[in-house]
């Protein structure tokens, strides 16, 4: 059904249409009317000064909510709005109720409507993150990046890989780690091999916390030979989340690692295996003469 105006069109809707250049305050007493023609009517009016540039500052996150009105009539009025002003400024209020609309709305077309509104929020706001990544300044650079992270754009993500900047290079292997795979996928190896050995523990952590699928496995075992003790102590932590089958012979070498922070982490990632894995008791238990106490004490615990 459709709202009409016809002879029977209420004086508070011709109250509004006598309105010069109304306001969000003008009209409303009329949005919260009770009649849902004279709310439609509201809409129809702030929809017409935004086709006349005269739009009042809110005008597109009052639109956004009426999708939750309560009233088909209503809902279908302010998504007709909202889909033929695309110029529509929408703030953190109207996004918030796209959001809910299109996670919660009462009708197939609501739902659409905000779903659609929101990707295309998205795309342009991956298009102004994506110039920042050109910035000449780092810190932009990585803001750009934890914006991109945000809107879930993967592969623009990863187009800053190789940035020159390791902070930045860090802030893309941290945000992968919030990305599905295999968007990230190739970035990620990458950055496992990074020259930085910063970079390269933040990829390692991200390839832990996604379980070291492979490819990605057959870099944290490389990982594991890194000059850098604290490289190759989080190789073997990551592998502690990667397949036994993959993880636990690099993890046993690992076990006679010169550092002994390397061999703890090794005791600790294998401790999980020690119940199905004969060859896992057995470099356990020669562990027990590890030189250094605390190993010890570890593999008493592990074995317990």
């Known amino acids: 059904m459709t709202i009409t105006q016809g002879p029977g069109l209420s004086a508070r809707v011709l109250d509004l249409h006598r309105i010069q250049n109304p306001g969000?305050?003008?009209?409303?007493?009329?949005?919260?009317?009770?009649?849902?023609?004279?709310?439609?009517?509201?809409l129809k009016?702030?929809?017409?000064?935004?086709?006349?540039?005269?739009?009042?500052?809110?005008?597109?996150?009052?639109?956004?909510?009426?999708?939750?009105?309560?009233?088909?009539?209503?809902?279908?009025?302010?998504?007709?709005?909202?889909?033929?002003?695309?110029?529509?400024?929408?703030?953190?209020?109207?996004?918030?109720?796209?959001?809910?609309?299109?996670?919660?709305?009462?009708?197939?077309?609501?739902?659409?409507?905000?779903?659609?509104?929101?990707?295309?929020?998205?795309?342009g706001a991956a298009e102004l993150y994506a110039q920042g990544l050109q910035d000449g300044e780092p810190h932009v650079r990585i803001q750009a990046v934890l914006g991109l992270v945000a809107l879930r754009a993967g592969a623009r993500v990863a187009e800053a890989a190789d940035d020159p900047s390791r902070e930045v290079r860090v802030a893309v292997a941290e945000g992968l780690a919030r990305l599905p795979l295999p968007a990230g996928q190739a970035a990620l190896e990458a950055l496992l091999t990074d020259r930085d050995p910063v970079v390269r523990m933040a990829a390692l952590d991200t390839a832990a916390e996604i379980?070291?699928?492979?490819?990605?496995?057959?870099?944290?075992?490389?990982?594991?030979?890194?000059?850098?003790?604290?490289?190759r102590r989080r190789a073997v932590l990551a592998l502690g989340a990667a397949d036994p089958a993959v993880a636990v012979q690099p993890l046993l070498h690992a076990l006679n690692d010169r550092t002994v922070d390397?061999?703890?982490?090794?005791?600790?990632?294998?401790?999980?295996?020690?119940?199905?894995?004969?060859?896992?008791?057995?470099?356990?238990?020669?562990?027990?003469?590890?030189?250094?106490?605390g190993v010890r004490t570890q593999v008493r615990w592990a074995l317990s």
């Not at 969000?24 to 509201?42: F, H, K, N, T, W």
């Not at 809902?75 to 929408?90: C, F, I, Q, S, T």
């Open 211 to 231: 379980g070291v699928p492979a490819p990605l496995d057959g870099r944290v075992i490389t990982s594991t030979a890194h000059a850098s003790w604290q490289v």
């Open 45 to 123: 009016v702030l929809t017409g000064t935004v086709r006349k540039g005269n739009a009042p500052r809110g005008t597109g996150d009052t639109l956004a909510w009426a999708l939750a009105d309560e009233h088909e009539d209503v809902r279908r009025v302010a998504a007709d709005a909202l889909r033929g002003l695309p110029e529509l400024y929408l703030g953190d209020d109207g996004v918030a109720a796209l959001q809910l609309a299109a996670a919660r709305g009462r009708d197939p077309f609501v739902r659409e409507t905000a779903t659609d509104l929101l990707e295309i929020l998205a795309q």
């Open 24 to 42: 969000l305050d003008d009209v409303e007493l009329y949005l919260r009317d009770s009649q849902p023609e004279v709310r439609a009517a509201a």
């Open 262 to 293: 390397v061999r703890r982490a090794a005791v600790r990632a294998l401790e999980q295996w020690a119940g199905d894995h004969p060859e896992v008791v057995t470099a356990l238990t020669e562990a027990l003469t590890d030189p250094d106490p």
